[in-house]
């Protein structure tokens, strides 16, 4: 079984990513790499938040791991770098930056989120607090009721017995 450098592997990867978007089939027979090797070659660099290929064919439709990873990437490049990256990436400039603008929306919310999240809870507590007690409430009815019933049924039955008794 060959052993391929971490070189070799990027420079196969990169050609599964855009411009060429070739598929693991086609850098598999232009390569002679076995396909299940891409597809473990792929899966691991996605689980080190590389962006790499899913079955998703453009970039909008990408994961947002993969999205982070290259707004992740490019925070610290300037405009230049930033459009010879996105140039051999295959991405235009707007959409790394649309990724960025969400992604720091998501950190904003998050605040906003919480303190929902938690008068939610509140409210949530309160609710289920009133239920309790009409639960309660219901409860002591039926048994009320239920014991009213059984009343009932032994008094007819008595009062059956004394008509007998005549």
Known sequence: MPRYSEERKQAVLSKLLPP????????????????????????????????????????????????????????????AELSEYCRAKGLYVEQVKAWKADSLKGFASS???????????????????QLKRELRHKEKALAETAALLVLRKKLDALWENDSEDD
Do not use: F
């Not at 938040?49 to 490019?74: C, F, M, Y």
């Not at 989120?113 to 939610?120: H, I, N, T, Y």
């Open 20 to 79: 060429l978007n070739m598929t693991v089939a086609e850098v598999s027979r232009v390569e002679g790499i076995g396909q299940q090797t891409l597809y473990n070659w792929r899966d691991k660099a996605k689980l080190q938040g590389r962006p790499v290929p899913g079955n998703k064919p453009t970039p909008d439709q990408w994961s947002p791991e993969a999205k982070l990873a290259v707004v992740i990437e490019t925070g610290a490049l300037n405009e």
């Open 111 to 129: 605040r906003e989120q919480e303190l929902e999240a938690r008068q939610q809870r509140k409210a949530d507590r309160k609710e289920i607090k």
